[in-house]
């Protein structure tokens, strides 16, 4: 990769914000020492959570945090892509539309109409869509906040010219890494990690909690089969629906994981009924 800069041949790296916490922003800087290594590596040339300080692109790499809401996000995203080489999108927001994609299941301005005593003063579309809706990516990393160390390994891969290997496997395969009993199948409780991304350590399911999908869908998410089975253990539609419908509630396979499930339960329900086909014959 080559610099703009005639007296820095580093590969220049630049972080950018749309609608988000900045939470995966700041997963660069808890990077610690690391971050002094990548830092030799690479030149950061624009990063305002970490200095007013920026240098013009065009850019090596670009790392988005944040999602689409609004009309000026729309131009602003294009120029990034424009002038960026690579494009990395971090975190639940940038590669789903975030917890504030939740405003795409209900009427447009619901929410602002609440939440504001003029929304009428607000220019936003009314969904929240995932960078990947308006320009081209060539990486998606998930987790709300990402991971560390999976930041990391995509920031290297991109040096080095390789693919990052990253897991696209499910939770279920970090809690019996770490000899995690099954909390779905021990307790019953309403647990995401059979469909969830691994990343996290199984963090939660480590601590009686269910695990609550904030790594987005795994490569081979089945939410159907999940749903289909937590509605035969007692749970509702309405509990479906909020466990579903959180950090990643607008990735494809979340969306439309409750209406699915439900079909698959019923399904299900028959296929376990005894056939009297043949007696009546």
Known sequence: MRSTSNSDVRPTLAVWKFASCDGCQLSLLDCEQEL???TGAVRIAHFTEMSRATVSGPYDISLVEGSITTPDDVERIKEVRANSRHLVTIGACAAS???QALRNFVEPGAYASVVYTH???LETLETSTPISAHVAV???LHGCPIDRHQLLEVLLAFL???RPVVAGHSVCQECKARSTVCLLVSDKTACLGPVT????GALCPSVGRGCFGCF???DSANVASLTARLRLLGRSDGELDRLLQTF???APAFRSGVGAGRVAAVALEQSRRPSHEGAEQ
Do not use: K, M, Q
């Open 97 to 99: 539309g975030g917890i």
């Open 119 to 121: 929304p009428e003063y």
């Open 216 to 218: 987005g869908p795994s």
């Open 138 to 140: 060539d990486y998606e």
């Open 36 to 38: 002094l290594a990548l």
């Open 160 to 162: 080095a010219g390789r």
């Open 248 to 250: 990643n509630a607008a």
């Open 197 to 200: 991304r691994a990343g996290c």
